[in-house]
């Protein structure tokens, strides 16, 4: 079995390949060759909580097991096995692979919904998630200006100067006249007012992953003319932009692999990324698959 570090995923995984396997594996969902099992989680009165997520994509099916404390951080595992034999593969760590599929789903959904003519990204947060959004954003439209906020003054000025973004001074100014809106964020309330955001605006909302959290306003999740979802089974457990503003019993929501372009030029689309672990199992394969033609990584000897 093979032990890859977050530098051999790094080097073996681009943005712009991560968005052709993003594209390809939702489309394999959409013919019910690719299988996804929700995250689950584990919490403890610690605070420490245990998540894991399971998925099957051609030769390979994998979980990504993580574990978190708010005081000290989290740690990302993905373990990659194959489908013919259930062999065990691969460990990987999964803190840049979970990261940089992410910003491909979310550009993969960005190809297909935003207008072609989109120039201008908004993003909120400058955290873990912010710099492969932007990346993603730029490799599937030619992005001629992308502003920033987040709370931190020093670190909206320090992403800006790594990722060639304007830092601002207020989420209105960030997302008020922006084509492509992105909010990374861990915020339990709304982080940006319907009212931002314009006509045939595009929204990826990927910072929040449970029930009771939200980025996106209820004003804005009923306008949009389409949104769409990584998974609907995941949405109706986490997703609290979608579940804190609409009613459970008539969701107008897709799933992204149903999707097939805007449905109108003027309306607001949304997706509203959880991240799913097909994604991960999609991505680790790819990994494993340069790690072996590159000679990276570590083999760990096993004994029965």
Known sequence: MLYLTESDVRECLPIDKAIELMEAVFRRMATGESLNQPRRRLVLPTGATLHYMAGADGRYFGTKIYSTHPKHGAHFLFLLYSAADARPLAMIEANHLGQIRTGAASGYATKLLARGDASTVGIIGTGFQARTQLAAMRAVRRVQEAR?????????KAFAT??????????EEAVRGADIVVTATNSKEPVLDARWIGRGVHVNAMGSNQAQRRELPAELILRAALIAVDSMEQARMESGDLLLALDPAGWHVVELKDVTGRPSPDGVTIFKSNGIAVEDVVSAGYVYERAIAEGRGVTASRTS
């Open 162 to 171: 790594e990722c060639g973004a304007l830092a601002v001074d207020s989420a």
């Open 148 to 156: 920033v906020w987040s709370r931190s003054a020093e670190k909206r």
